[in-house]
């Protein structure tokens, strides 16, 4: 098989992956500052930035080989790699390593990997292989198996459980299945039915979960129990926030991150490290980041006429913009806790090299050019 074959250079998106690559430093910067502990006379780091520095350059490694074969080979490949991402969850069930009460990682000798965040990658896969050749988006019999795709991994992930990344692939299914030219009215048909669904979900929740939505609701509260136990994760994040004003107490000078009073501040709440250190402007900058980024892929799926590339394109779009999207709302007290890392600036091996992925997906639809049939069968490259 001959990789690179077809490839244009000109075409590739530099500038997606030169945000990229500025995100990935920030969060190399601040998974370091995260890392500090201040326990002892002097305190100390820990070795999570060493090691994140290791996971960027297999991500490195792993963009490579994405963009090394033609997105149209992988994604005729869907199935076979959705097949693998559902047996790695059901694998994770009987021999996962459990973690706070979530059984999501399997070793693989020194390495340890959460396998639902391939499995996000392994469901666009298999989306843009069906959705590609839909020949029954105008009926509703169409929608059995793009829901039977989504909700298939949804339920196994959903009992690790992690609610946070089960509830990522939803929205990036709908955008596949609108980009491939569903119907409105079945879209609305679906989108009441989950609402309608919403009842029975909170009936299949753990208590911890269940716990968290009540929190969420209950932020203001003044009750020093609550303060101190349920509410207290969040109250340190807002309090990270809003310390930080507009140019923030500087890199390495937090002092909710550095005096160990925020939790989890190095994965999913990063990003209150981040406002308290930085401020306003440093967070906001953040944020320009993550649009230049979902901009330019954004170019590249509007660019290419090849359906499976622009459905690829548009799922990687959809997925990690509503990462951002609810893991900067949760820091702030705008959405439940749910455990979900910042595409490539929270610490985690497997979140990082999910995040390569993606971008080596993008980039592998802009490098190389559409094939346009004529009808008597000729083809060309679109240029």
Not at 67 to 78: F, H, K, Q, S, T
Not at 117 to 146: H, N, T, V
Not at 234 to 257: D, E, P, V, Y
Not at 267 to 283: H, M, P, Q, R, Y
Request: with cysteine; charged share 15%; aromatic share 10%.
């Amino acid at each position: 098989m001959a990789l690179f074959q077809g490839v244009n250079l000109k075409r590739v998106s530099w500038t997606g992956i030169i945000v990229a690559l500025l995100l990935l430093l920030i969060g190399l910067a601040f998974v370091h500052s995260a890392s500090y502990r201040s326990e002892g006379p002097e305190g100390y780091y820990t070795s999570s930035s060493k090691k994140q520095v290791v996971w960027a350059a297999m991500g490195f490694l792993v963009f490579l080989a994405v963009i090394a074969v033609d997105y149209r080979r992988l994604v005729e490949w869907g199935y076979c790699i959705y097949v693998v991402g559902l047996a790695l969850l059901i694998l994770t069930m009987f021999i996962g390593v459990t973690i706070k009460g979530s059984t999501r990682w399997i070793d693989f000798g020194p390495l340890r990997l959460q396998t639902s965040e391939f499995m996000k990658i392994a469901g666009i896969m298999a989306l843009a292989r069906y959705l590609a050749r839909w020949e029954s988006r105008g009926e509703l019999r169409g929608f059995i198996a793009p829901v039977l795709l989504t909700f298939i991994p949804i339920v196994i992930i959903a009992k690790q459980p992690d609610l946070g990344t089960s509830m990522m692939l939803l929205p990036m299914a709908a955008g596949m299945v609108y980009v491939a030219g569903a119907k409105r009215k079945y879209l609305i048909i679906l989108g009441v039915s989950g609402l309608l669904a919403l009842p029975g979900m909170w009936l299949v929740m753990k208590p911890y979960q269940k716990q968290r939505v009540i929190t969420f609701i209950n932020q203001d509260s003044s009750d020093p129990e609550m303060l101190m136990d349920e509410l207290y994760h969040l109250t340190q994040s807002k309090a990270a926030i809003g310390s930080g004003g507009l140019l923030g107490k500087g890199w390495q000078r937090g002092t909710q991150n550095r005096s160990n009073f925020l939790p989890m501040r190095n994965t999913d709440f990063i990003f209150a490290v981040i406002a308290e250190e930085w401020g306003l402007a440093g967070s906001a900058a953040v944020l320009v980041l993550y649009f230049l980024l979902f901009l330019s892929c954004s170019r590249v799926a509007d660019r290419t006429r090849d359906p499976p590339g622009r459905l690829l394109v548009t799922g990687v779009i959809v997925l990690l913009a509503t990462q951002v999207l609810i893991n900067t709302a949760m820091t702030a007290g705008q959405f439940p806790t749910v455990g979900l890392p910042l595409p490539f600036i929270s610490y985690g091996g497997s979140s990082l090299l999910a995040s390569f992925v993606c971008l080596g997906l993008v980039v592998n639809v802009s490098m190389r050019p559409t094939i346009i049939w004529g009808r008597e069968g000729e083809q060309w490259r679109e240029e």
